[in-house]
């Protein structure tokens, strides 16, 4: 499961720079993957060190990006896509937001 919420996580943050979009507050209800991403220390020898590293560039060339820790209920958008992607064969977001998302986007969105 955390490769499937790291992908997620590269997934969004690269959509947000193909749109060119900043300020990003990245939330995820993953405290491993939010904990790799947030932690300075040597990911060298993690078994997806290539998925951290870019994560971590990304964040890092958007001036003002965060990554916080949130609840599972806090955020039902990222749970979709964890779960969509973890039965997946290929992930294309070429339909963004994908089918069956929009409701969770608004309640992200209202706080509900």
Do not use: W
């Amino acid at each position: 499961m955390l490769l499937a919420e790291l992908r997620v996580v590269q997934v969004g943050l690269d959509f947000c720079s193909i749109k060119g979009y900043v300020n990003i507050i990245r939330e995820s209800d993953c405290l491993d993957a939010v904990d790799l991403i947030i932690v300075g220390r040597d990911h060298s020898l993690h078994a997806y060190v290539t998925d951290i590293l870019h994560i971590i560039d990304v964040l890092h060339g958007n001036g003002n990006a965060t990554s916080v820790h949130v609840l599972r209920e806090q955020d039902m958008c990222v749970d979709f896509m964890v779960k969509e992607g973890s039965h997946a064969r290929c992930f294309a977001h070429e339909n963004c937001p994908p089918t069956g998302q929009e409701p969770l986007i608004l309640r992200d969105k209202f706080g509900t």
